[in-house]
């Protein structure tokens, strides 16, 4: 299940397509030839248990006579790499029978039979002693569990990889751990943790098998543009080699981050129009969809407040192309879910700021916690006294 370079893993290349296929966005047209290509993929990896699954959702209907030769073919494979274990332990060494286990795992996980692949596993680790071996067998799991989108699995999967890397492990399999993390980490909505690791990776990316060179550049623009503080952005993002030159590929991305940062808010929100639609289409990001839309448009307007103690709604409208009366309704969100420092004079028609003093917000902590701390002492002292 490792992709070569530049090649996608094909289960998770089918994943996508299930995702596109249950997409209320997707029209019905564009799902006719998505379903053809996904009932051929179903049966070129003879993928009997997840037809079964996906006809009982109502997603596909796959033939009784197709099922009952996928599952007849299954058999027969199993039944040959169980001889071969069985020859490996009776007349071969230890490094074959380990093989051979690894084909009825790598097997199990082609069929997508989940449970038993897990299970075959663990078996193939029981008999791995090289610590990069066993990293490998983590990251079969770790591909497994994003094509089921088993964040549970994931999580476990990732701490067992950091545990094995105490005991060794070379760099190239950290390197490909850190996006692995990544993907994870942006999956769960934890975009800044994600952004780090993305960063960490640009220079030494080898994940071929989780998604191509251009997905991973799209994934680190976006987590690092809500992530970073601008002077971050410059440096890591803007200026970053590596990005630019990928970045030109990918549709509005380019106009996306270069608009944020030069202030050009009406080609910003142009291009963010346009970038929605791949966002909505993405199947790690399209759970987080509303969330992120939400903090790019609060990490937009606090840039442009930035610059002023006051400004006018209609100026404000002007610069981001948009009518007064959207721009009231955004911002009195915002305010009111204390998102952004400001507040709204309606009948001048002026926004006034009110950037909170990080000094004085530090100076009421210190006295907040010396308070709470000076009340546990006399608790604990009158406990004492008892």
Partial sequence: MEGEEGKQEPQLILAH?????????????????????????????????????????????????DLEA?????????????????????NLGESEVREAHLAKSLLYIRISDKEKALEQLKVTESKTVAVGQKMDLVFYTL????????????????????????????????????????????????????????LDSISTFTCYELFPYDTFIFYTVLTSIISLDRVSLKQKVVDAPEILAVIGKIPYLSEFLNSLYECRYKSFFTAFAGLAEHIKLDRYLYPHFRYYMREVRIVVYSQFLESYRSV???????????????????????????????????????LETNRPDAKNALYQATIKQGDFLLNRIQKLSRVIDL
């Fill in 17 to 65: 397509k299930l995702f596109l296929l249950t997409h209320p966005d997707v029209p019905d047209i564009e799902k006719v030839p998505i379903r053809e290509e996904v009932l051929g993929s179903l049966k070129a990896s003879e993928m009997a248990p997840l037809c079964g699954r996906l006809a009982a959702e109502g997603v596909m209907e796959v033939s009784r006579e």
């Fill in 312 to 350: 006018t709604m209609e100026a404000m409208a002007a610069a981001f192309g948009v009518t007064v009366d959207f721009i009231d309704k955004e911002l009195s969100c915002f305010i009111a879910a204390g998102k952004l420092h400001c507040k709204i004079d309606k009948v001048a028609g002026v």
């Fill in 70 to 90: 996928m599952r007849a073919r299954i058999e027969e494979e199993l039944k040959k790499i169980d001889e071969k274990i069985a020859d490996a332990e009776e």
């Fill in 143 to 198: 591909q497994l569990g994003f094509f089921y989108m088993d964040f549970d699995l994931i999580s476990k999967s990732i701490d067992k990889a950091k545990s094995l890397f105490e005991e060794g492990g070379d760099w190239e399999r950290k390197n490909r751990l850190k996006v692995y993390e990544g993907l994870y980490y942006m999956s769960t909505r934890n975009f800044k943790k994600a952004a780090n690791l993305f």
